[in-house]
């Protein structure tokens, strides 16, 4: 099997329902071997927070409109040059101070904006280690080659 992949260190920021923005890091990380899927791993303070693997084609269709159900979604953000990717909530995430104090705060979900060129970026090198189209052929090859072991 191969083991080829393409991954992306970014960081993003998270709304909170007050208004505030915070940083949050996420990476985005993509196999060969999962043709189909992008792994996101969200951390805040060296911590992780949220880890979802979803399906390459909402991170191509987000990025021009509304697209996902359920826990994961992907949508044009706010301001030019922004994708929104809705992922299910985690544990919690200390993002506010009141006080002086930090607050733990949930969220959920979670919705870190990401730059959209970063994203474009990301994606040509996933398309370009498996075209669209030639996903399921790439698994196809894997079985194979592993009947023929």
């Known amino acids: 099997m191969s083991n080829a992949s393409v991954s ?3 960081r993003a920021h998270v709304v909170t329902d007050t208004g505030h923005r915070f940083p949050v ?5 993509y196999t060969q071997d ?3 899927g992008v792994r996101a791993e969200v951390t805040f303070s060296n911590e992780a927070y949220c880890e979802v693997v979803f399906a390459r084609e909402l991170l191509t269709h987000g ?3 509304h697209v996902g159900h359920g826990d994961v979604g992907v949508r044009p953000g706010s301001h030019r040059n922004e994708t929104r990717i809705r992922l299910p909530g985690g ?5 506010e101070r009141r006080g002086g104090e930090r607050q733990d705060r949930r969220i959920e979900p979670l919705t870190p904006v990401v730059d959209t060129h970063s994203l474009i970026e990301f994606l040509g ?3 370009r280690l498996v075209p669209p189209g030639l996903e399921t052929m790439e698994i196809g090859l894997d079985a194979g080659a592993l009947a023929d072991m």
């Open 8 to 10: 992306m260190q970014t």
């Open 25 to 29: 890091d996420m990476r985005l990380h």
């Open 34 to 36: 999962d043709p189909h």
């Open 63 to 65: 990025i021009a409109h």
């Open 91 to 95: 544990e919690r995430l200390d993002g």
């Open 125 to 127: 090198r996933t398309y």
